[in-house]
């Protein structure tokens, strides 16, 4: 899976779901945005995680956008991990954004990524209009309430 793919179109072999939420776009004629989790090949000779270790791959929570032609326009690993300890943390934070053919331009990353400066905070640098923050969080009192922080 790879920026500019078409799992709704291309004759590449792609999951049964990453072709339903590519038609799904189309069908909807909408932006879709995704997490889910990544599966990237991996050499397992030079890495120092467990996963690629053991079966050759990445496992990465991912969040993937689609345009309105089911096309892969953007792709964010997350970085900053909260108790996903069978997910990998990509080498650097991702700084990605993607712009619409109705002139916004957002800026993407998932949950717990919110509480630090990057890539929530230096995404801003990247003169975004709008956030897309897939997030599965729920308040853990006293310090991480979800609600307030995001």
Not at 52 to 80: A, E, L, P, W
Not at 88 to 113: H, L, S
Request: with cysteine; charged share 25%.
């Amino acid at each position: 899976m790879a920026t500019g793919d078409n799992p709704f179109n291309d004759s590449k072999e792609y999951p049964d779901y990453m072709k339903t939420l590519s038609s799904m776009a189309v069908n909807f004629n909408t932006y879709l945005v995704t997490n889910i989790i990544e599966k990237v090949k991996c050499d397992t000779s030079s890495s120092d995680s467990e996963n690629c270790k053991n079966t050759g791959y990445y496992y990465y929570n991912t969040d993937v956008v689609f345009d309105r032609n089911g096309t892969i326009i953007s792709r964010y690993h997350k970085y900053n991990l909260f108790g996903e300890y069978a997910v990998d943390r990509p080498d650097e934070p991702q700084i990605e954004t993607f712009e619409t053919d109705f002139g916004v331009k957002f800026g993407i990353f998932t949950c717990f990524d919110i509480l630090f400066k990057s890539p929530a905070k230096t995404v801003l640098d990247e003169k975004i209009d709008a956030i897309v923050y897939p997030t599965n969080w729920h308040s853990e009192l006293p310090f991480l309430t979800a609600l307030q922080s995001q």
